[in-house]
């Protein structure tokens, strides 16, 4: 670890919680572009995982006159805009 990273970790252990937080979700963010790492969803992410699913699964219950590219287009634009906003995050 380089000099300069050990001691901000050394003063993030006397920051606020709240800090300490944000801190750690940049942190995960950095490692997950870099190393691959995937991070944990946060609670808002899993309830729009759970309501997405959901829609999908009504969806399929009622039946449609989508094509399989059709669903699988909007499926891929739907997980593109989920993605680029949890890499603002």
Do not use: C, F
């Not at 609670?43 to 969806?59: G, H, Q, Y």
């Amino acid at each position: 670890m380089n000099k300069q990273l050990e001691a901000l970790m050394e003063r993030a252990s006397t920051w606020p919680e709240a800090a300490q937080d944000e801190a750690a979700r940049a942190l995960a963010a950095i490692e997950e572009r870099h190393v691959g790492v995937p991070r944990a969803l946060t609670p808002e992410e899993e309830a729009k995982l759970a309501a997405l699913r959901e829609t999908i699964n009504r969806s399929i219950e009622q039946g449609g006159s989508y094509t399989e590219e059709e669903v699988e287009a909007s499926i891929a634009a739907h997980l593109d805009a989920w993605e680029r906003e949890r890499n603002t995050q």
